[in-house]
Structures are given as C-alpha cells and as structure tokens.
C-alpha cells in the first residue's frame, strides 16, 4: 500500500511539471509535418527514419527521470517577471527553454553533429517550441508557471499550470490527430505572425495572455465558463507552435 501511495505522489509530481501533456505535444508535431517543405521532410527522414515528428514530441518528458538527462531539467520552461523581457533579467543556470532552443537549431546546423546528436535534438526542438507556447512556461517567477496556484477542474484537484498543459485538451477527447485537425485550419496569408521565429516575439505573446489566464476569480474552482474564454487561446498557441517548428526547421534545411 505504501508502494502505491509513494508512485501515486511520484506520479502527480512529475506530471505537474510537464509541458503540453503528450496529445498537445504531439498534435503540434503533426501541425509541423503539414508545413515542411519537400527538402526539410526528406533531411528529418533521414535523420529520424521511421520516427515522426508527432511520436517524438513527448520524448523530453519520457527521459526525465533518466538521470542521464538530469542536464535538461530546466529546459521546459523560463521565468519571465511581470515588466521585464528576457534579455534583462538572470537565467536559470542549466538553461532554460529560450536558451535550448538556440542551443539544438545550432546542433542541427552544425556539419560535425553525429547523427545521435542530431536525432536528440530533433526530439528535443520539437518538444520545447511546445512548451514554449504553452503561455505558463513562460512563468512570472511566482508561482512555479502556476503549479502553486492550486484550482479544482470540474470536481479534481489540479492547478492552473496543469490546466493549461492538458485539463482544457483532455476535456475535449480528441485523439493527437483530432485535434491537429481541429486546430489547423489555414493560416490567414495577411497573419505573418504565424511564421514569426522571433523568440523574444513568443515571449512577449506570452506575457500578454497572463492577464486573461490569471483571471480565475476566487472560488477556487474551474469548468466550462474558463474553458469558453480560453479554448480559442489554446487552439492559437498549439497551431502557432505547429507553424512556428516547421517554419525553424524549413530555414535550417532550406
Ligand atoms: N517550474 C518553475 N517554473 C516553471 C514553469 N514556468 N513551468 C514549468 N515548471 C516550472
Ligand atoms: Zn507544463
Ligand atoms: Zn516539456
């Protein structure tokens, strides 16, 4: 019984720092597959074989308790405080989500990564233009991207973090390719924003859309009326995130 009080808490506990949960992540990478150019599909292909962008969206958060990976840990998220943007404030020692993204288009340019390091980034690039559009990993250093700020969701405990990485999606139960259906209508041709690689333009998006998901009010409990105000939001980010990672990949493979 202790056994399966002590995995029960583990379990809780890692899943709240989670990005997007596995649908979200995956529904963008199958957005993203829908943008690549012909030349940028056959360089992934070669690259990643028979492994698609959808399956190995989620495989950051399947290796996080290899401690092989402990390095990547901070990777998920960045802390942005209200007033400030990133170049102005300290960063995370071991890295951070803006910074990793950098750090694996850099592997994926560079001629002498080994084919094993290109597969890992691949995996990890696509994980985290995710989580970077998931509005709370881009937290205000106050409440752990909402993980404190603890909400019941339709009667469960959650938080608001949690909500927002897989609470609203789940209650829809779509499949990962329902919902990259769902969420991928055409791109508006006069909307450039869609195919902004800007990262500090995907900061500024997401601090913009605290005031509307901080708006909770008081009764510490959450269902339909938040999902009405922010499905559209939600649908918004996974598409952008979608577009955004092909966008990035198209300009590294031409
Ligand atoms: N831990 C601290 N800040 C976080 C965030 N914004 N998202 C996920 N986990 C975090
Ligand atoms: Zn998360
Ligand atoms: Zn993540």
């Known amino acids: 019984m202790k056994n399966i009080i002590l995995s029960a808490i583990a379990i809780s506990v890692s899943i709240s720092a989670f990005g997007w949960g596995q649908t979200g992540h995956r529904a963008i990478g199958k957005i993203a597959e829908s943008y690549l150019s012909e030349k940028a599909k056959k ?17 950051m958060d399947e290796v996080r308790s290899d401690k092989k990976y402990d390095y990547a840990k901070t990777w998920h998220y960045v802390t942005i405080p209200e007033g400030t943007d990133y170049k102005s404030v300290e960063h995370e020692e071991k890295g951070d989500v803006y910074e990793a993204i950098g750090r694996m288009k850099k592997i994926l340019k560079d001629k002498s990564s080994t084919k094993e390091q290109k597969v890992e980034a691949i995996r990890m690039i696509t994980h985290l233009v995710g989580d970077m559009h998931q509005p709370l990993h881009v937290g205000n250093g106050e409440d752990r991207g909402g993980n404190n700020v603890k909400i019941k969701w339709f009667y469960d ?53 605290r005031p509307q998901i901080y708006n909770i009010g008081d009764k510490g409990f959450l269902s339909y009326e938040y999902m009405y105000e922010n499905w559209d939001t939600v649908k918004i980010q996974l598409h952008k995130a979608g577009v955004r990672l092909a966008q990035i990949l198209n300009d590294i493979y031409g």
């Open 157 to 209: 405990d959650s938080n608001l973090h949690r909500i927002w990485d897989s609470g609203m999606i789940d209650e829809k139960k779509y499949s990962f390719s329902e919902l990259a259906e769902v969420v991928n209508y055409p791109v508006n041709s006069d909307d450039d924003t869609y195919f902004n690689t800007d990262l500090d333009v995907w900061v500024e998006e997401a601090v913009a859309l």
């Open 43 to 59: 360089s992934i292909q070669e690259i990643m074989g028979h492994e698609s962008l959808a399956e190995c969206s989620t495989w």
